[in-house]
T-cell receptor, first 114, second 122 residues
Framework: GQSLEQPSEVTAVEGAIVQINCTYQTSGFYGLSWYQQHDGGAPTFLSYNGLDGLEETGRFSSFLSRSDSYGYLLLQELQMKDSASYFCAVRDPPSSDSWGKLQFGAGTQVVVTP | GAVVSQHPSRVICKSGTSVKIECRSLDFQATTMFWYRQFPKQSLMLMATSNEGSKATYEQGVEKDKFLINHASLTLSTLTVTSAHPEDSSFYIC??????????????????FGEGSWLTVV
């Protein structure tokens, strides 16, 4: 089986930096993805790490350490619109029939205050 | 880019009735789609994998007779909630694997989600 753990909620002020950690236990591993979801909406893909290291996409960065089964999403220069739920997720490898299936963490609610 | 459309976005039905939710890939063929359910303030939980031309694969604990999945064409999968009850009220969302060939070059963003459907059973 697979499990992913992330904090339930993080609160920060506008302009601050927030780091959301995700630890995982998986029987197989093919990368860690991050999704953002606003209330009532569909999840939006943010970032993916297939290899160790840092991936930077604008104000958002994601890091992976496969030896530690750990990753994080870094949100910089927080804006009010960043208030949302953030999910880490693992997926089956592309060589499997079930690739594309995602298992999500419980989600972290990020609250940005003025 | 690839787009997945889901319909209806919101539906209210009476307890005991059935409701159908459609998931369409608009500009690509999706041989495999996935159905998730999300209760308020919770995570997305995979319900089943929908395979074109064959039976769906259900996750443990999901009642296949209650949640009927049909994937009769390469662009359409449907989820029918039969004999719906108030506890079935939830956000249902589908996803589809992107077109063949994207997986290796861009594995991180080749899963496309529909807009989701809010089901309220009264």
């Amino acid at each position: 089986g697979q499990s992913l753990e992330q904090p339930s909620e993080v609160t920060a002020v506008e302009g601050a930096i927030v780091q959301i950690n995700c630890t995982y236990q998986t029987s197989g591993f093919y990368g860690l993805s991050w999704y953002q979801q606003h209330d009532g909406g569909a999840p939006t893909f943010l970032s993916y790490n297939g290899l160790d290291g840092l991936e930077e996409t604008g104000r958002f960065s994601s890091f992976l350490s496969r030896s530690d089964s750990y990753g994080y999403l870094l949100l910089q220069e927080l804006q009010m619109k960043d208030s949302a739920s953030y999910f880490c997720a693992v997926r089956d490898p592309p060589s499997s029939d079930s690739w594309g299936k995602l298992q999500f963490g419980a989600g972290t609610q990020v609250v940005v205050t003025p | 880019g690839a787009v997945v459309s889901q319909h209806p976005s919101r539906v209210i039905c009476k307890s005991g009735t059935s409701v159908k939710i459609e998931c369409r890939s608009l500009d690509f063929q999706a041989t495999t789609m996935f159905w998730y359910r999300q209760f308020p303030k919770q995570s997305l939980m995979l319900m089943a994998t929908s395979n074109e031309g064959s039976k769906a694969t259900y996750e443990q604990g999901v009642e296949k007779d209650k949640f009927l999945i049909n994937h009769a064409s390469l662009t359409l999968s449907t989820l029918t909630v039969t004999s719906a009850h108030p506890e079935d009220s939830s956000f249902y969302i589908c996803s589809a694997r992107g077109p063949t060939g994207q997986g290796i070059r861009a594995p991180g963003n080749t899963i496309y989600f529909g807009e989701g459907s809010w089901l309220t059973v009264v």
